[in-house]
């Protein structure tokens, strides 16, 4: 009871001693005002200067929660006593203050230490803040002191809090003051005053230590009534500026600044922000020096607080009425401020959703009916206490705190603002799924939570019924789909067995049926035909004709079994389409002539001069369309046109084919079933023209394997048009020619006016650079290009090909094209391309090169190569990609022969045998001198040198064969490129050196022909 009495007398001489002070800084506070602003002789000396000029603009972390010393206004600006003192300064010293707010005071310690900012307003000195910040002279102290609820009535001091639960700001200086010199105490760091206080009030935490400025002005700001001041910790603030570390030059300057503020501006400045409560349980001998001081220093200025004694009643007595006037005002604001929270309450009690408000500590502070209703605490139970405890499940409490921790730090949160199902804990212990939307809402620098809870243990129930009805509905699907797959794998096997059985059947009855047709073409022309009876010449025809329809039977019935089987492959190259059409329009002219048919060919506008495509497949489509058209045609004739679909989209561009008939036509449902296998248009059409009835199932398949499709149109009696499409391939790089309507048949009419007596003029004056290291296909090449009047220069590697571009650019006869082979010794094809573009060329180079796979044409393309010929060179192709068009007539074709045929290799060079028999001994001299380097290279192992040999002996042998040779170096030249064993090295040698020889021996025999042939007869 003494004690107590004790306390209320103390409380009561303390509450007398801070009112006398604040009637003392009243007065003092009146009679600074009534001075004149004071003149500033702040300077600052050349260096200072010069460092202030190169920084004119300080960044400033402006803490918010820190009031009444520093707070944020509604721009972010610095404001408080802290804010006055920024303003001040800054003036002093001509610089711009960037203002950055922040709200977490461990936050502006971090962009300290990263040098986010440059400058803190207010901090107090520690010595972990000395390794990245410098400090002026402070110009605030203010003391720490324990507050506590009212109910504590004993004055504390630091040593008592030791079993307490003690709330702190988190990185305060107070809170490092007392992990040092208390370290037994059980420190509760709290993000900021505000919380501390709240804690306090709600009974989470036993005390709260805080400056005294900031503990009254939140006391007073929230309406805190059960609170008060029970004693110092011991700890004094004494704060100034604090400077990032690398900036030390700044803090003798703002010391100077701020020895140039008077005493009485900061007074003014305290004064204006800081009103310390009357409530202070500061010893009351303390306050009373203080008094006393204040009395003797006051003691010249009574009479003036005398004379304004009546003036100050006066002011009360106004100043109470108009408290009067407003307080009657704030009753109607609370009258209304209590029927809307009644309309709100009323509102979230009847929600469906439950909803629980709680404040930045987690503490909840609202609670609703439907809250209740879930999860079985009463309002009255739950409001005061933590979400974590009263509903959060042990094993997740810790990452709640952590959580909410972490968004009161950084001002991000994962979960929030966001539909989540979790689990929640109801009062009786069971979990139970909830769904829940947590939205924070900040409020005067401050945050509280709104979560909207729902029990969605019906719906999860309803949830887990589908899922089991919908798994039980994917079993049975799955077992239909097992179903179904096994009947189609087993019509697959008994698709692909009679695919098989075709397929061998065809290939057993091609071999008698080649010895048939073999020896009826051997009885027709024995003996004397003259003398024959002519029954014998008919039965000959008669097998020789059946043989051929048989044969083609067997041909249809083997290309649709591989079909059906997957094993028809197609093999896509860089090829002329015009060239493969003209092909078949020459081919097929004997049978519309027989007719009297006629038969055109022409182009609607540009078409690309070369496409990537099956030329094989293509060709085997168009023969059966135009022999299709011919064979159904009795009067008229057929068009065959060709033109662009898509041209404006390179990757998805179409070349469309239409065969165009004036024959017997078809019906609507003839059209839909034309396509089928083992279909015509009816029994009399097989009949009366004979046929399968497969070639155009074949055709349709082959065109969806080029990327295209065929399609049909006709009406009876009047005619029927195929369209056929094929994917071209990438378009950037290819020209684009146009060819007029032309009738195709008969010879081409060759001038006799040529250089080179072939009369073709289409490079006539057009100087051609050969980068080639094979002396044959050098030879050749020149041929090709001089008869159609080129001139050719001939190097035999890249380095030579280089140095003859910088010779010509010296004489000022650069070439206008370059043909480039890709792998020659010294340096190959592509750095030689490289280095030509970089010195400046841009007229086309073609790669030559017997790799035609696409990715090789890629790389030509992209080292800067304009367009890519294939070995053996075609001549029409060459003289295509040089030009862009065609030349006039076929030339000598590049197609392969056996290694026997002599009669082809006649016939293709029958206007120039002399250069086939110079190509023949240029080819017998090299291979004899690759061969020898070959064997050599194998005796050391030198894997480079024997993949470069065969790939010289690989191009040089297609000028004569395509097939055993070729294939045989091809073969080789992977084996070396790839760590194999010497086994398989010894072996593709092995089998390049017998198809060579075969080779080399039918070129003998050819090349002693020619030379024991007499001269003609000029």
């Given amino acids: 009871m003494d004690r107590a009495l004790h306390s209320r007398s103390s409380r009561r001489r303390i509450s007398r001693g801070v009112a006398f002070v604040a009637v003392l800084a009243a007065v003092v506070s009146s009679s600074v005002g009534q001075e004149t602003p004071p003149s500033r002789s702040f300077e600052p000396t050349p260096e200072e200067r010069a460092w202030l000029e190169a920084h004119p603009t300080l960044r400033l972390a402006a803490y918010a929660n820190y009031p009444p010393a520093q707070f944020v206004d509604e721009r972010g600006r610095q404001v408080g006593l802290a804010g006055d003192y920024v303003t001040l300064v800054a003036e002093m010293l001509g610089v711009q203050i960037d203002h950055v ?131 110092e910790s011991g700890y004094i603030y004494r704060m100034g500026f604090a400077v990032r570390s690398d900036w030390a030059e700044l803090i003798p300057i703002l010391d100077r600044a701020l020895a140039e503020i008077t005493p009485a501006e900061r007074e003014e400045i305290f004064n204006r922000w800081i009103h310390l409560s009357q409530e202070s349980a500061i010893s009351a001998g303390r306050i009373w020096g203080i008094a006393l001081t204040g009395l003797a220093l006051a003691g010249g200025l009574l009479a003036v607080v005398f004379a304004w004694n009546r003036s100050l009643k006066k002011l009360v007595r106004q100043k109470t009425e108009q408290l009067e006037s407003e307080l009657v005002e704030r009753r109607r604001a609370a009258e209304a401020l209590r029927a809307s929270e009644a309309r709100t309450r009323l509102i979230i009690d009847t929600s469906l959703d439950g909803v629980v408000i709680m404040d930045a500590a987690g503490v909840v502070t609202g609670w609703s009916t439907q809250a209740e209703a879930a999860f079985g605490w009463t309002n009255a139970e739950a409001v005061g206490r933590t979400v974590g405890e009263l509903i959060v499940p042990e094993p997740h409490r810790v990452a709640h705190a952590e959580g909410l921790a972490r968004f009161l730090k950084t001002g991000e949160g994962p979960l929030l603002n966001k539909r989540l199902e979790v689990t929640a804990c109801h009062r009786d212990g069971h979990e139970l799924p909830v769904e829940i939307t947590i939205a924070p809402i900040e409020r005067d620098g401050a945050f509280e939570f709104s979560a909207f809870v729902r029990d969605i243990t019906d719906r999860k129930a309803a949830q887990a019924e589908l899922a089991e009805h919908r798994d039980h509905l994917e079993e049975l699907v799955g077992r239909r789909t097992t179903a179904l797959r096994q009947a189609k794998e087993e019509a697959d096997r008994a698709n692909r067995t009679k695919s098989d059985f075709l397929a061998n059947m065809s290939h057993e009855i091609r071999t008698p049926m080649t010895a048939i047709l073999g020896y009826a073409e051997i009885l027709r022309e024995m003996g004397d035909l003259d003398d024959a009876p002519p029954e014998r010449i008919d039965a000959i025809d008669t097998i020789r004709r059946n043989g051929d329809h048989l044969l083609r039977l067997i041909n249809d019935i083997l290309d649709l079994s591989k079909l059906e089987a997957g094993m028809t492959a197609v093999e896509t190259t860089t090829c002329s389409p015009t060239l493969v059409a003209r092909d078949v329009i020459e081919l097929m002219m004997i049978r519309a002539d027989a007719k009297g048919l006629g038969l055109r060919f022409h182009a609607e506008g540009r078409v690309p001069a070369t496409i990537e495509t ?81 070639g155009l199932s074949i055709s349709k398949r082959l065109a969806m394997l080029l990327g295209g499709d065929i399609a049909v149109e006709g009406e009876p009696g009047v005619g029927s048009t195929f369209t056929v499409t094929v994917a071209t391939g990438p ?63 001939v190097v035999a590697n890249g380095r030579a090909a280089i140095e003859h571009w910088r010779e010509s650019v010296r004489r000022g006869r650069k070439p ?180 060579l020889e075969e080779l080399r021996s039918a070129l003998r025999r050819l090349h002693g022909a020619r030379t024991d042939e007499p001269p003609r007869e000029s």
């Fill in 731 to 793: 378009l950037e790089r290819v020209s684009m020619i146009e060819d007029s309507d032309e009738l195709v048949g008969g010879p081409a009419v060759v001038p006799a006016s040529s250089p080179c007596g072939a009369g073709r003029t289409i490079l006539g004056g057009r100087r051609i650079l050969v980068a080639e290291d094979t002396p044959d296909n050098q030879r050749l090449i020149r041929y090709h290009l001089e008869r159609h009047g080129a001139e050719v220069d």
């Fill in 101 to 231: 707010p922040v709200y977490n005071w461990e936050l502006v310690l971090q962009q300290a230490r990263s040098r986010e900012t440059d400058v803190i307003a207010l901090a107090a000195r520690t010595p972990d803040r000395e390794a990245y910040l410098a400090f002026t002279e402070p110009y605030l102290e203010l003391p720490a002191v324990i507050i506590a609820q009212d109910s504590v009535e004993e004055t504390l001091g630091p040593e008592d809090l030791i079993g307490l639960r003690v709330a702190v700001p988190a990185g305060y200086a107070v809170h490092d003051y007392l992990l040092e010199h208390y370290p037994d105490l059980t420190l509760d760091p709290v993000p900021d005053t505000r919380t501390g206080l709240r804690k306090v009030a709600f009974g989470m935490a036993d005390v709260f230590v805080s400056d005294l400025s900031a503990a009254s002005y939140y006391i007073q700001t929230e309406g805190i009534t059960n609170l008060r001041i029970v004693g």
């Fill in 614 to 694: 099956d030329p094989t497949r293509l060709r085997q489509i168009l023969v059966n369309l135009v022999g299709n058209a011919i064979k159904f045609t009795e009067r008229g004739g057929v068009d065959v046109t060709m033109r662009m679909a898509n041209a404006d989209d390179h990757a998805g561009s179409r070349l469309v084919f239409t065969v165009t008939d004036t024959g017997i036509g078809l019906t609507a449902e003839q059209q839909r079933t034309i396509f089928e296998p083992f279909t015509q248009a009816d029994t009399s059409t097989s009949r009366r023209f004979g046929g399968t009835g497969l």
């Fill in 816 to 995: 206008d094209a370059v043909l480039m082979d890709l792998q020659m010794p010294e340096m190959d094809g592509f750095t030689a391309t490289g280095i030509l573009r970089a010195e400046g060329y841009r007229g086309p180079i073609i790669a030559l090169t017997a790799n035609t796979m696409r990715g090789d044409r890629d790389r030509c393309m992209a080292i800067g190569m304009t367009d890519h010929v294939a070995k053996p060179i075609d001549p029409n192709a060459l003289i295509t990609a040089l030009t862009g068009r065609e030349p006039n007539g076929p030339g000598p074709t590049g197609d392969g022969t056996g290694a026997g045929n002599t009669e082809t290799l006649r016939a293709r060079f029958s206007d120039t045998p002399e250069l086939l028999d110079e190509l023949i001994g240029l080819f017998l001299e090299e291979s004899e001198r690759q061969m020898t380097g070959l064997r050599a290279a194998m005796a050391t192992n030198d894997r480079a040198s024997i993949r470069r040999r065969a790939h010289t002996l690989k191009g040089s042998a297609s000028n004569f064969v395509e097939g055993g040779v070729t294939a045989a170096a091809r073969h080789l030249e992977t084996v070396a490129g790839e760590d194999g064993d010497d086994g398989a090295l010894a072996s593709a040698v092995e089998r390049l050196d017998v198809e």
